[in-house]
């Protein structure tokens, strides 16, 4: 089994493929440099095949499969391998991972085309790839977590890739700071698993999980901490409430970027994280009702904040924190495979959706405002086409990808054995949102009469590096899903069940926890116990679908019907509007009453009334009080090096003087 | 005597006596000074790096030591190294070639005394980390102080005076608090039948056999003395208040110095004096000196991320991460210590490399005023990408150099309190905001003053400097166990002597006390060096805590 032995080969490559480009790119014509990152990006994606092929000859007994390198750290009993495991989480993660990250690669090949420091993008682009994989390969929490900081640097670097335009650099920062704010947590979060376990490999702390019963921990509510705290820096990194301010200025990055690692994959790794550490989650019941909240919470509030956005990648951005609040609220009600589920769809449409948008900005000049567009639909057609599958997909339409797996989160929230019916109803309300905003984006964007200077922007369609993977995507947005089509007629989710031996194999009770992951099927089929046209007809007119249509229809009223309404709803409502326009001055509010005041207190307090003050005035004090009961003082300060080091050679001699007679003084 | 291996006395008076050729060379003959000078210390490097083939890991005794008659019977040259010194011994021989490597254009007044200043530094800093005898650490400690002086007051920016002497107060108030604290041990080992010693393995095993019977408040007050010479050094808060002047006013190679290798005097010395010691009055201090360290660490950080000066935002930086060792140091844990002195060793390569940095943009534009700069970036994408990475190296970013240290040092702070690696975690967070607002500011954006449109790119010999340092910090993030191996000897006796739960009253007990066989100097010179070592001596200390 060569790959499967040599996992670290997946990694090793587009680490490769950075360095090479990252030193020497510079001098490079544009093919040498896509068969660099390219090549490296599509190795690593092909060893990944490899590897899942040989993974699914292995028996269940020898998954996860885990291979340790070397030795990284080590310290008394705190001991950090080098060590990469493989299960079936990380199998899908792998595959999304190596599959979007080379669609993305393609596709920055003509989106890039024209921008300075080409090489450098590229670099940064295989560096976060190399990252990534470390992040989903880790076989303990500390290499995670190296992976997981390593991915918030190429984000910094690949946000702030126009260095020159301030607001760029700005949001790489704020991205980078704000998710640290997080890591505080993780950080924590680890030193409490230690402290616990003694251990920081995955497979040993779940060892340890099996062989206690819950209450040994429950009593102490050690595992409630560790779960809590590890989920701030899932809080931090997936942009939910909140610490969410980060990933709507970080679209101020190249569009390829957001695509990759602000929908499909960096953002998605507080959901891994989350997923990875199941069986600490699951023992710890508030952890997991504060992780549905938080989920629930962010779906709704950021869709709200969506709806009236005129940038057309800010649009998404929210979208991306809404929907990554779907896939808490599914981990938070116990439905782990639903969650991943939606994670994988998602990175399929969302990743969709935002390549599609850099094909319509590339196509507008740049301009990202949809009050400048309209009516591309006959201009652009494969643009629209794929953006169309992919809103449909996001909007919950059944038969597309994100219906089967918003519809297992939405199921789980309302029925399953954590069923919370606030939590159902928000994420139901947020899904109309959902449908609303995306339409209205389509129709704004593609349908209506032009609303640019069609003598200054020339509208064409992009390249074919551009358009294929926006086709691979579309493709994959329709049937990304059908894994779980069967389970629509009361059949088997085959992605639950290809998921289910690491949601189970340390479960509370593996009863339950079967119950959970299989509870649409399971539950429903109990219940009416019907032929599978009622079952297909059951969730065909469930609410989910209802609330999507609506969503559609408003859009479609708003937009396309009666194109007045917006505005004169917006005068009516002027109140609510102003607050989401502003989204709820959430950025100033924390611009006041947390960066204000510290640089605030920083600088007046502590640097010149602390520092300069107290301290400083206390030692000068004493220093004026010797000075001046010693005389003739003015002459040190004469800035003559040589008197001055006659002062010194004074002072050593006063000090030999008064060690002598200490010394006498001793003896 | 001829069985003895001298490597460690020929690395530390190679620079002193070598340096006695630049005093052959006329004054004007710049090119030669700085030669030799380079030629010097890179041979020291090379023959440093022995001590790694020399070092045996698992050894928790001094090696390479070295012991013979000096002044009295009281007085020796007693040297050696362990795993805790050892990497200390050998940053500073890193250290050196580069910070005269960074002064090659930018000293032009006085360049001999330059020169031979740094290799006498390096000699006196070397003799710190290697001596084994109060009487010799203090005089190569006081040593260290003089041409630091210089350098400062000298080579040093427009108010180089006001800082030099407030350096020189600061660290000669510390200086005389320790030296009283040595006479005054001295005059305890007295009372020990043919005492009188200024040995510190001797006088440690005296303390912790009880020999030398220390009521807690004598204790204590030792103690203090020692540490508040120590935590000047450091700085710890609010002793702090020297170093940013000292680093602004300093020229570059001084504050490579400074922040690579002397502050960790400080550090160093906490772990070699103040813990094995008095562990009873370190335990006692430690809830006081942990809280003064965090707050440090926060402290350092806040007043860090809004100066205006780029170099003193470095210098703040260095009380954040300095807080880190120190409260790594009073948490008494084998992981925690590893931690501190794989710290000590991380943040002098980082905090060393920035200056180094810093120095470049300096010999350019003759300011740190970061309003100065400004899209950096354009005119020298080279140097800044080296900074980028050095910054990252410094805010803690996995798998460089400063995330093990750190990491470490939090993993082994939390076994002894919570709360503090709770608290102490925050200097991530705000590490990366001074660090990337500051590097926005100065190298991001567009080119914002005028002048800085045309600055040269790093040049040959600035890339040599940078690729080391970048080497270096690479190499130190992922082969971390080849440092913490050989520190774990050390740490672990170090655990087991500050591990004193009641032990006060254990040396209090009279029949518990075991007459020194022979305590007499010619006993211990004819006895291989090891037997002045603490492996002899913690089976006794252990017997002790377990009548």
């Known amino acids: 089994m060569p790959i499967l032995d040599h996992l670290w080969i997946i990694i090793a490559l587009p680490l490769l493929g950075a360095a090479i480009n990252g030193l020497l790119g510079k001098n490079w014509s544009k093919p040498v440099v896509n068969a660099v990152g390219i090549g490296s990006v599509s190795l690593a994606f092909f060893s990944v095949v490899e590897a899942v092929r040989e993974f699914s000859l292995l028996s269940p007994d020898q998954i996860p499969w885990i291979r340790s390198y070397f030795t990284w750290i080590t310290a008394g009993q705190f001991k950090v391998d080098f060590a990469l495991q493989i299960d079936q989480l990380t199998v899908v993660m792998l595959l999304v991972v190596t599959f979007v990250g080379l669609l993305v690669h393609i596709y920055s090949t003509g989106y890039m085309a024209h921008e300075e420091g080409y090489y450098r993008f590229f670099a940064y682009l295989n560096l976060f790839v190399f990252f990534m994989l470390i992040l989903v390969l880790a076989a303990n929490v500390v290499l995670m977590f190296v992976g997981w900081e390593g991915v918030g640097l190429c984000s910094y670097l690949l946000v702030g890739f126009w260095f020159l335009k301030q607001s760029a650099i700005s949001a790489g920062k704020k991205a980078f700071i704000t998710t640290r704010v997080g890591d505080l947590g993780f950080t924590i979060g680890i030193l409490l698993t230690f402290w616990t376990f003694h251990t920081v ?35 931090g990194k997936s942009a939910q ?42 023992r710890a019941p508030f952890a997991m009702f504060v992780v549905a909240l938080i989920g629930a919470l962010t779906a709704f509030f950021a869709a709200t904040i969506g709806l009236v956005q005129t940038d057309i990648k800010k649009v998404l951005a929210y979208s991306t924190v809404s929907q990554l609040g779907y896939m808490f609220l599914g981990l938070g009600v116990g439905a782990y495979a639903a969650g991943v589920f939606h994670l994988m769809t998602h990175a399929f449409f969302k990743g969709l959706l935002f390549l599609a948008a850099g094909s319509v900005i590339h196509a507008m000049n740049g301009d990202q405002e949809m009050g ?67 339409f209205r984006l389509i129709f704004l964007t593609f349908f209506g009469q032009p609303r ?7 509208v064409h369609e992009s390249p074919y590096s551009m358009t294929v993977p926006l086709i691979c995507l579309a493709i994959l947005s329709t049937c990304g899903g059908w894994f779980a089509a069967p389970h629509l007629v009361g059949g088997t989710d085959y992605f639950e069940r290809f998921l289910h031996p690491v949601f189970a194999a340390y479960s509370v009770n593996p009863g339950i926890e079967q119950g959970v992951s299989l509870a649409g099927a399971a539950g429903s089929a109990g219940e009416i116990a019907s032929s599978p046209m009622t079952e297909l007809f059951h969730a065909l007119t469930g609410w989910p679908v209802i609330i999507a249509l609506l969503g559609l229809l408003v859009a479609w009223w708003f937009y396309i019907k009666s194109p007045d309404t917006p505005k004169k709803l917006a005068q009516s409502l002027s109140g609510p509007y102003t607050l989401l326009l502003h989204k709820y001055w959430i950025d100033e509010l924390y611009h006041a009453v947390i960066v204000a005041p510290l640089l605030w207190i920083s600088t007046n307090i502590l640097w010149h009334v602390v520092d300069e003050g107290a301290i400083d005035g206390t030692v000068n004090g004493v220093a004026r009080g010797l000075r001046e009961s010693g005389g003739r003082v003015r002459e040190i300060q004469s800035g003559n090096a040589r008197s001055y080091a006659t002062w010194v050679v004074v002072g050593a001699a006063g000090v030999t003087v008064l060690m002598l007679v200490l010394w006498t003084m001793v003896r | 005597m001829g069985t003895q291996s001298h490597l460690l006395s020929v690395i530390v008076f190679l620079p002193l006596l070598a340096s006695g050729a630049l005093l052959f060379l006329r004054s004007e003959d710049h090119v030669w ?10 041979c020291e490097f090379a023959i440093s790096l022995r001590l790694l083939l020399s070092f045996q890991m698992g050894d928790a005794t001094y090696q390479l030591a070295e012991y013979s008659d000096w002044i009295g019977t009281a007085i020796h040259y007693h040297i050696g190294i362990d795993g805790l010194s050892l990497f200390l011994v050998l940053l500073t021989t ?10 090659w254009n930018s000293i032009h007044e006085n360049v001999k005394g330059f020169f031979l200043a740094i290799l006498v530094i390096e000699t006196a800093m070397l003799g710190v980390f290697v001596s084994l005898d109060l009487f010799l650490f203090f005089l190569f400690w006081e040593m260290t102080l003089i041409p630091m002086y210089f350098m400062i007051g000298i080579w040093g920016h427009d108010r180089r005076i006001y800082a030099a002497v407030k350096f020189i107060l600061y660290t000669m108030f510390g200086s005389i608090l320790m030296l009283v604290a040595i006479l005054w041990l001295y005059n305890l080992s007295k009372t020990v039948p043919n005492g009188g010693t200024f040995d510190l393995p001797l006088l440690q095993s005296y303390l912790q056999r009880g020999v ?8 204590l007050w030792l103690f203090l003395a020692f540490f508040l010479a120590f935590a000047i050094k450091v700085p710890l808060f609010p002793l702090h208040t020297w170093l940013p002047d000292a680093h602004t006013e300093a020229p570059t190679a001084g504050s490579v110095i400074l922040a690579g290798v002397m502050l960790k005097l400080g550090t160093y010395g906490m772990m070699r004096f103040c813990l094995p010691l008095f562990p009873g009055a370190a335990h006692r201090a430690a809830g006081v000196i942990g809280v003064l360290a965090i707050i440090g660490i926060i402290y350092g950080a806040l007043v860090a991320t809004i100066q205006p000066n780029f170099k003193r935002l470095i210098a703040y930086t260095s009380v954040s991460h300095l807080g880190f060792v120190v409260l790594a140091i009073f948490s008494f844990t084998t992981i925690s210590f590893q931690g501190a002195i794989y710290q000590m060793i991380s943040h002098g390569v980082s905090t060393g490399a920035l200056f180094l940095g810093l120095g470049m943009i300096y010999d350019r534009r003759h300011t740190y005023e970061i309003k100065e700069f400004g899209g950096l970036v354009n005119p020298m994408p080279v140097l800044m990408a080296f900074f980028l990475f050095i910054a990252l190296s410094s805010l803690a970013l996995p798998p460089l150099n400063g995330f093990i ?46 002048k800085n449109r045309t600055l040269s790119d790093a040049s040959a010999r600035e890339r040599v400097i940078l690729v080391t340092v970048a080497l270096a910090i690479l190499f130190m993030g992922l082969a971390s166990p080849l440092f913490t191996r050989r520190m774990e000897a050390t740490t672990d006796n170090l655990v087991r002597q500050t591990q004193i739960e009641g032990a006060p009253q254990n040396a209090k007990s009279p029949a518990r006390i075991v007459p020194p066989a022979d305590p007499s100097a010619g006993n211990i010179v004819a006895a291989p060096p090891s037997n002045t070592s603490h492996a002899r001596l913690v089976p006794v200390a252990e017997a002790q805590v377990n009548p």
């Open chain 2, 94 to 103: 890193f250290l050196t070639p580069l910070s005269i490597l960074c002064s």
């Open chain 1, 372 to 438: 400048h567009m309209g009516g591309l639909r006959t201009k652009i057609p494969i643009t629209f086409w794929c953006m169309f599958i992919a809103t449909l997909a996001i909007a919950g339409i059944p038969g597309f990808a994100g219906f089967f797996s918003k519809d297992e989160i939405l199921d789980a929230a309302g029925s399953g054995p954590h069923a919370n019916l606030w939590f159902y109803w928000l994420g139901l309300i947020g899904a109309g949102l959902t449908s609303f905003y995306m």
């Open chain 1, 452 to 458: 640019y200077d069609e003598h200054k922007v020339h």
């Open chain 2, 33 to 42: 000074i700085r030669r030799t000078a380079l030629t010097i210390s890179l």
């Open chain 1, 241 to 282: 409430i909140p610490l969410y301010v980060w990933l709507p200025d970080a679209m101020e990055g190249p569009t390829p970027v957001s695509a990759l690692i602000h929908a499909a994959t960096m953002v998605t790794a507080g959901v891994y994280m989350v997923a990875r550490m199941n069986p600490v989650f699951s």
């Open chain 2, 405 to 450: 240290g750190e990491f470490l040092i939090l993993i082994g702070v939390f076994q002894f309190h919570h709360a503090w690696a709770a608290f102490a975690s925050s200097g991530a967070v705000l590490s990366a905001i001074y660090l990337l607002w500051s590097y926005q500011r100065v190298a991001l954006g567009e080119v914002t003053v005028e």
């Open chain 1, 201 to 235: 490999d995955f497979v040993a702390i779940f060892q340890q999980l099996v062989g206690k019963p819950a209450e040994a921990f429950a009593a102490t509510g050690v595992l409630t901490a560790i779960s809590l705290l590890l989920f701030i820096g899932a809080i």
């Open chain 2, 212 to 219: 030398i019977a220390l009521p807690p408040q004598t204790e």
